[in-house]
């Protein structure tokens, strides 16, 4: 999922102050939100339908508005300065389902990684490979993998548990949540595996890690990029192609028939 941009919060928040109707636009491919009391909204028509599928608006055939979860969303947004960029909208998986949250942008280096762009202007990370590393550092976080920095003050003396780390303790979503990375770190394989912990759920930023593996200047996202190229395929193994088998090739002319033996 692709992260809700800018667009889509002025659509929220326009529809924060009541339903608005649907309207084509001039240009093709957008519609406008219109409001006796706002004015008018242009967007393009596919975000709209996104919004829609996402379960952020309600639309009737002439009118939408918000949705339950898009009201919670929108109410959310009324209470947080968005400064500089750092508070943002983000699609997450939960219990199977995309939903949207907001998040910092500043806090994971992936959220700064994915905004920029290679020399010929195409996005460095891919939509598969942010979501990739978004949803092993859910997974790393939801199953209680970072280690304890004390004691354990809210278990009892006598239970024994304030080390910390006991699997008992866990819940199911947890337990699940860890065998989900085991198998994502198994598939990445350990060469790749150590930087997406560093930076994904670490949150270590690429200087630090170079620094402290010795590697190259501006070396650190490149690899990256490689281990979280693995990390979506082993996310979304749909998106690859499996079975097919590169074409057959041969040398000759154009009427060139091969002979088959008896």
């Known amino acids: 999922m692709m992260a809700i941009d800018d667009t889509a919060i002025r659509v929220l928040r326009f529809l924060a102050k009541g339903t ?15 409001s006796a009391e706002r004015g008018a909204l242009a967007l393009p028509g596919d975000l709209l339908d996104r919004l829609v599928r996402e379960k952020l608006l309600v639309r009737s055939r002439l009118e939408v508005a918000l949705s ?52 010929t202007g195409a996005p460095f990370l891919t939509a598969r490979e942010f979501e990739a590393g978004e949803r092993l550092r859910a997974d790393y976080t939801r199953g209680n993998i970072m280690p304890r920095m004390g004691a354990n003050w809210i278990a009892s003396v006598a239970s024994g548990k304030r080390a910390g780390g006991d699997t008992a303790e866990l819940t199911d979503v947890a337990l699940a949540a860890r065998l989900r990375v085991e198998k994502a770190i198994a598939a990445v394989g350990p060469e790749l595996s150590g930087v997406l912990i560093d930076i994904c759920c670490f949150l270590k930023g690429m200087e630090l890690v170079e620094t402290e593996r010795g ?22 193994p749909q998106d690859s192609v499996h079975g097919s088998r590169p074409a057959t090739l041969h040398w000759g002319t154009e009427d060139y028939r091969p002979k088959l033996r008896a």
């Open 215 to 236: 590697w190259p200047v501006r070396s650190a996202k490149i690899v990256l990029k490689t281990a979280l190229a693995a990390l979506a395929r082993h996310y979304f």
């Open 20 to 34: 608005a109707t649907v309207q084509s636009a001039a240009m093709r491919g957008r519609v406008l939100l219109v």
């Open 68 to 119: 339950p979860e898009g009201t919670m969303l929108a109410a959310r947004l009324a209470t947080h300065r968005r400064q500089a960029g750092e508070v943002g909208v983000v699609s997450v998986e939960m219990d199977g389902k995309p939903v949207a949250a907001l998040a910092n942008l500043l806090e994971s280096p992936l959220a700064q990684l994915v905004r920029r762009r290679t020399k």
